[in-house]
């Protein structure tokens, strides 16, 4: 079983739209949870990191729901420059095992 | 600063050639990693340093050796090269251990055995 699994996609959504993404963990000792954003062909980059109250940054909105062990990633009013793959990013506590899952595709069209 | 870069970019080798990927971080963080992506499958972790003077096995740690010569400069070294690690390899860092450090990437080697 994996660790992070994410729905891989794509998801292909007009601009303007609202979109979820969600991602299930398999630990649930695990203590930290983070959101990346990776380009074609670039390295991954935070988009922000996940609190158990959940969190705002502007158009994107992420939740924890540590009792069914998911994450979720809520992208409001898309832009064309928010088309990239999104990655799950958890923590099992140790401060250094960090587990990815295989990123959920996203493609803003016009 | 250049935060965390990585040499080469791109690399070609042959089954059984060896070679020692190079990584280098700027912003004094302590711990250092080296994860690989390959399709389909999320980053694994290979081998970290927690901190200066220590490494640590991860996932998927078979085949590769890895060096933390100081504190800004963490190498990955593949003794003798096969098909299976054709893969695109990222060093990254981040200022401690601590779980809630968030951790900053290179730009990625992208490595094919023949």
């Known amino acids: 079983r994996k660790e992070v699994e994410q729905d891989p996609g794509p998801f292909n959504v007009p601009e303007g739209a609202t979109v979820a993404f969600n991602c299930t963990y398999s630990?649930?000792?695990?203590?930290?949870f983070f959101w990346y954003r990776q380009d074609c062909r670039k390295e991954p980059k935070l988009l922000m990191s996940v609190y158990s109250s959940g969190n705002e940054d502007g158009r994107f909105t992420a939740q924890l729901n540590r009792a069914s062990q998911y994450i979720s990633l809520l992208i409001r009013d898309s832009k064309l420059s928010d088309s990239a793959t999104y990655l799950c990013v958890v923590n099992e506590g140790t401060g250094n095992q960090f587990y990815f899952g295989t990123g959920t595709s996203l493609t803003v069209i016009p | 600063n250049a935060g965390v870069t990585q040499t080469p970019k791109f690399q070609v080798l042959k089954t059984g050639q060896s070679m020692t990927l190079q990584c280098a971080q700027d912003m004094n963080h302590n711990s250092m990693y080296w994860y690989r992506q390959d399709p389909g499958m999320g980053l694994r972790l290979i081998y970290y340093s927690a901190s200066e003077g220590t490494t640590d096995k991860g996932e998927v740690p078979n085949g590769y050796n890895v060096s933390r010569l100081n504190k800004r400069e963490f190498s990955l070294r593949l003794e003798s090269a096969a098909p299976s690690q054709t893969s695109v390899y990222f060093c990254a860092s981040k200022p401690s251990d601590r779980a809630y450090n968030e951790q900053f990437f290179g730009p990625g080697t992208r490595l094919t055995v023949l």
């Open positions: 630990n649930s000792a695990s203590q930290s």
